[in-house]
């Protein structure tokens, strides 16, 4: 995150005879008040907000300064965690999870408590997530791609349930589709219906 720190600082002095000054009159001193603004933005608009700022600011060169922030944005991250409206087995669970993403195979850990709720879930590649979903005390964690030793690393706090890289974000598309029709009501869009997982399970 970055802080935008503008200030539109205090002008004293007059315009040229043939200038057109935003206030006041040419030849004639002018006095305004400073006036400081603060926006929190996320750094991928930072191009785009300066160039509004510049553009909306009356007159000269406007004074700024872009200040870093560690903050964490809790809107943004790469996985997700939710509860079930209604605990299930764990077992069942897990032969849940293979039919709703069409898995060829389930790879994971001893179950920790006989009943899950709370869910963690990362597409793709997810297994650096492991500690956020131990922290976040999540009962399962839905991903892909763990190593062998990886596995060891849930130290029995949740159930990890690797269910392949593709499997775990084949329904990214549908999503990226949905949005891009609420956003453009007129647009066209097409899903592929072409299965691109390298992968087969024998």
């Known amino acids: 995150m970055i802080r935008v720190v503008s200030v539109l600082k205090a002008k004293e002095g007059s315009a040229d005879e043939d200038a057109t000054p935003f206030l006041g009159k040419a030849g004639e001193l002018e006095v305004v008040k400073e006036v400081k603004i603060e926006v929190i933005i996320a750094e991928h608009a930072i191009s785009a907000v300066l160039q509004a700022m ?3 600011h009356p007159y000269e060169e406007i004074a700024h300064d872009l200040i870093g922030l560690s903050n964490t944005n809790e809107y943004i991250g790469s996985g997700m965690i939710g509860s079930l409206e209604k605990g299930m087995e764990a077992m069942e669970f897990l032969h849940f999870v293979k039919k709703t993403f069409h898995c060829g195979t ?30 976040a005390k999540a009962d399962v964690f839905i991903t892909g791609d763990f190593k062998y030793h990886e596995f060891f690393d849930a130290e029995n706090h949740l159930m990890i349930a690797d269910i392949g890289h593709f499997e775990s974000e084949q329904y990214t598309s549908e999503w990226l589709v949905a949005q891009l ?7 066209a869009v097409r899903l592929t219906s072409v299965n691109t997982n390298p992968i087969n399970y024998l």
């Open 54 to 56: 510049k553009a909306t």
């Open 181 to 187: 029709k609420k956003k453009f009501t007129n647009f």
């Open 106 to 135: 389930v790879r994971y850990t001893n179950p920790t408590k006989s009943v899950v709720k709370t869910i963690a879930v990362c597409g793709g590649s997810g297994s650096f997530l492991l500690k956020d979903a131990i922290r």
